[in-house]
């Protein structure tokens, strides 16, 4: 199938999928508003209200993190379950399996330039001045998409292999939540461990990059975040690989299992 072909189907599907599910409930595409805006308001209740959290900019900290995350988190999930759920298609065409996790890939993507588009104004009626330095978005939006892709590839293989993945999934998803910064800075821990925790992880360096650049006018470690994307392309074309050389077995475990 050639590249263009490829590409106009996986945005067909994308745009066809967000329509089903904006059809599925009342208030239609504002879901795509309100679902991140109630996240972070009930963690918001949670942590200043009750917890009587008293950290300066707490809220934007929050949301910038939080929002971030659950573009990660929620499409990568989404995405995992995506071939066996196109099993009734997998049996019956031939088309490229990973079609089918970067289709929801790309549905995410399009919530998410809403997602930050409300986020980003919000920072600026709070306060916060657009400067140069939000230049730096642009390589950590690509970095985080190309990791999205390449994490929502091999949770499409997984899931195919054993159903069980996807419960794995969720639950390394939630371990993710508490672990990368979301709730707590990551640069108030010590210099070495907080540098041990961006190393391991990705997900905590770029929540800490997004902040960095809206809220502290900071360009990120270029190198690092390079270094991130270089090593997700390289899985997200080691995945393409695999994917391709197996995609019979995939049909097969996807239609059987």
């Not at 879901?31 to 109630?38: D, G, K, S, V």
């Not at 069980?164 to 969720?170: A, C, T, V």
């Not at 770029?206 to 960095?212: H, P, T």
Request: proline content about 4%; charged content about 10%; aromatic content about 14%.
């Amino acid at each position: 199938m050639p590249l263009s072909q490829y590409f106009r189907l996986v945005d067909t599907m994308a745009r066809m999928s967000l329509r089903a599910d904006a059809m599925k409930f009342y208030l239609g595409y504002l879901w795509w508003i309100l679902e991140p805006l109630l996240w972070v308001g009930m963690f918001y209740l949670v942590f200043v209200v009750l917890m009587q959290f008293r950290e300066p900019n707490f809220l934007m900290f929050l949301a910038t993190g939080k929002l971030a995350f659950i573009w990660f988190s929620k499409t990568v999930t989404q995405a995992s379950n995506t071939i066996v759920g196109g099993r009734g298609l997998v049996g019956k065409i031939k088309v490229p399996m990973t079609l089918f996790p970067l289709a929801a890939v790309h549905e995410g993507l399009y919530r998410q330039v809403v997602v930050f588009a409300l986020l980003f104004a919000f920072l600026m009626l709070d306060g916060y001045s657009v400067t140069s330095t939000w230049w730096y978005l642009v390589p950590v939006l690509v970095v985080n998409y190309i990791m999205i892709v390449a994490c929502s590839f091999i949770g499409a293989c997984l899931v195919c292999m054993a159903r069980d993945f996807s419960q794995l999934i969720q639950l390394g998803m939630m371990f993710l939540m508490f672990t990368s910064g979301i709730f707590w800075d990551v640069r108030t821990l010590s210099p070495e461990t907080a540098a041990l925790v961006m190393n391991l992880n990705p997900v905590a360096f770029v929540l800490d990059a997004y902040r960095q650049i809206a809220m502290h006018n900071t360009p990120p470690d270029m190198v690092h975040l390079a270094l991130i994307g270089a090593v997700f392309s390289a899985i997200v074309f080691a995945m393409v690989l695999v994917i391709r050389g197996s995609s019979q077995y995939l049909a097969l475990k996807a239609i059987t299992a």
